[in-house]
């Protein structure tokens, strides 16, 4: 089977933490650059954050830069999305997903053409 499964999300009060977990199966993570996407409801799908196989480049919409941070371990196949002083609007459904031979800054831009996806994991920021 060839997996991405997402963890991490609930609710969480504004300026909290969290952090969220993508953990692949049945592939060679390190193959492949992976990237964040989320859907808040009402909005578009957008890409909050990416990074390339060995976490050499990577990349972060402007509105999460300061506040989101990414990382992978190749050998734990996992990839994380840490999340401190959440908003209001970064309630969301958030999404990893996996792709080779790509730039992540356009793997972020441009969601479409990914190979794998996650079902995503629920991340609600209320008070």
């Known amino acids: 089977q060839l997996q991405l499964v997402e963890s991490g999300g609930g609710l969480v009060q504004p300026g909290g933490s969290t952090r969220l977990s993508c953990t692949a199966s049945g592939f060679s993570l390190e193959a492949y650059a992976i990237g964040w996407f989320r859907q808040g409801p009402g909005k578009e799908r957008e890409g909050v954050s990416c990074?390339?196989?060995?976490?050499?480049?990577?990349y972060y919409a402007d509105s999460v830069k300061g506040r989101f941070t990414i990382s992978r371990d190749n050998a734990e196949r996992t990839v994380y999305l840490q999340m401190n002083s959440l908003k209001y609007e970064d309630t969301a459904v958030y999404y990893c997903?996996?792709?080779?031979?790509?730039?992540?800054?356009?793997?972020?831009?441009?969601?479409?053409?990914?190979?794998?996806w996650g079902k995503g994991t629920l991340v609600t920021v209320s008070s």
């Open positions: 997903a996996a792709v080779q031979f790509k730039p992540v800054q356009a793997m972020c831009r441009m969601s479409g053409g990914m190979t794998y």
């Open positions: 990074i390339s196989s060995w976490g050499e480049s990577i």
